[in-house]
């Protein structure tokens, strides 16, 4: 007995070495999440009146597709451009079968986020390749969804069928609003940021950028100083072990957080770091291409608007039709983000032409041209 109260008396050593990496690392992870709300939130300061004017300004559905590209990526969120289009649906300036394509694009756009993260990397060669090739393979996933789909949607309204009738179903089911945690703890501190610098996007837009840059370097320091084989191993192991495993967490935490931007961005390091496989990322990113389609269902269902309900349901509907074809044929998606990706090693301007092509360039001219 009087060992046991001898043990209870001993001093407890804490080890404030080993305590500081871990902390340090979810700062890091803090100012990276905090880094992305900010910069959409700056891009939303001066782009979300644009957006709104160019989705009302058309009524074909190929330039559809383009602008939701083009808005989403002024944005950054494809859930403000599907809300934007569920409000326009609802008021009746745009029809369901019109609003479609625009959701198909915006799912596209919406992928510039993680491009733009792994621009951080472009010092490191072999560490850029990797973690460029884990932010594209979500946009060579969206772009084989598109033209694979849109031609039948184009042809045959399927989408905009099967969302109605699921609509149907659900009408009577109600919904809630979801409260996205980081939200809470980021959006304040995002805000008070645009605050000082007196409402200025662009100055709002530049501080995002230097922090983003400033919390990878933080992290991916503070993972190559710990013991990497072992956090490769947890990702591996447990948390990476399975495409299913992967893929619901991907719904679940895009579900949780409310964008796919930041639940995928969070990768890319890991990636870039060696930590994570493009193929053990993959149907991660699938999944979180479902859940950020779960608020806009749940708010169209609060509207009880069986337009904007149709709309959310065509959203889920293209995505999980897409998984159900691209995730058996995963080699497909891999190849061609390696592919693209290998061009980083013959120069850097590669990645950034392809941004700004993707993106921006071709979705600009093919609006100009076919309108």
Same mark, same amino acid.
């Given at each position: ?8 008396s ?5 080890n ?5 990496k ?6 890091g ?12 939130d ?6 979300r009146d ?7 300004t058309?009524s ?14 002024i ?31 915006a799912?596209i ?15 490191r ?17 969206n ?6 789909l ?15 009738y ?19 703890i980021?959006?304040?501190v995002?805000k ?8 200025s ?39 990476f ?6 893929l619901?967490? &991907? ?14 961005s969070?990768?890319? /390091?890991?990636? &870039?770091?060696g ?38 349901f ?21 190849y ?12 850097k301007?590669? /990645? ?5 092509l ?14």
């Open positions: 007995m009087s060992k046991f109260f001898d043990f209870l001993r001093p407890v050593k804490i404030i070495k080993s305590l500081w871990p902390i340090g690392l979810l700062i992870l803090y100012l990276f999440i905090l880094s992305i709300t900010l910069l959409g700056a891009f939303k300061l001066f782009g644009f957006a709104e004017t160019l989705l009302a058309t074909n559905p190929i330039v559809g597709l383009f602008i939701g590209i083009l808005a989403t990526s944005i950054q969120s494809s859930s403000t451009t599907t809300s934007i289009v569920v409000g326009m649906v609802a008021g009746g300036l745009i029809s369901i079968d019109g609003a479609i394509p625009i959701v198909m694009g799912n756009g919406t992928t510039i986020t993680n491009s733009l993260v792994s621009l951080a990397h472009i010092k060669s072999q560490e850029f390749g990797r973690a460029f090739s884990g932010a594209i393979v979500h946009d060579v996933f772009v084989l969804a598109v033209i694979l849109f031609p039948i949607q184009y042809f045959t309204n399927f989408l905009g069928r099967t969302a109605l699921l609509e149907t179903v659900f009408e009577n089911a109600g919904g809630l609003q979801l409260a996205s945690p980081i939200n809470v980021t959006k304040p995002a008070y940021i645009i605050h000082l610098s007196g409402d996007s662009w100055l709002s837009a530049v501080a995002a950028i230097l922090l983003l840059f400033i919390a990878l370097k933080f992290m991916v320091d503070i993972m190559k100083s710990m013991v990497l084989s072992r956090v490769e191993g947890f990702f591996s192991r447990t948390v072990k399975t495409t299913f495993r992967a619901t967490l &991907g719904i679940i935490l895009t579900a949780i957080v409310q964008s796919s931007s930041i639940t995928t969070i990768v890319v /390091p890991l990636i &870039g770091a930590v994570l496989t493009l193929r053990q990322v993959y149907p991660y990113t699938l999944g979180a291409n479902i859940g950020t389609t779960v608020t806009a269902i749940l708010a169209a269902l609060v509207t009880q608007n069986s337009a904007a309900a149709a709309v959310a065509s959203h889920l509907l293209f995505n999980i039709i897409g998984i159900s074809i691209f995730l058996p044929l995963a080699n497909i998606p891999l061609l983000a390696r592919k693209i990706a290998s061009m980083t090693a013959r120069s301007l590669y /990645p950034i032409v392809f941004i700004l993707t993106f921006f360039i071709i979705p600009i001219i093919l609006i100009y041209l076919l309108r």
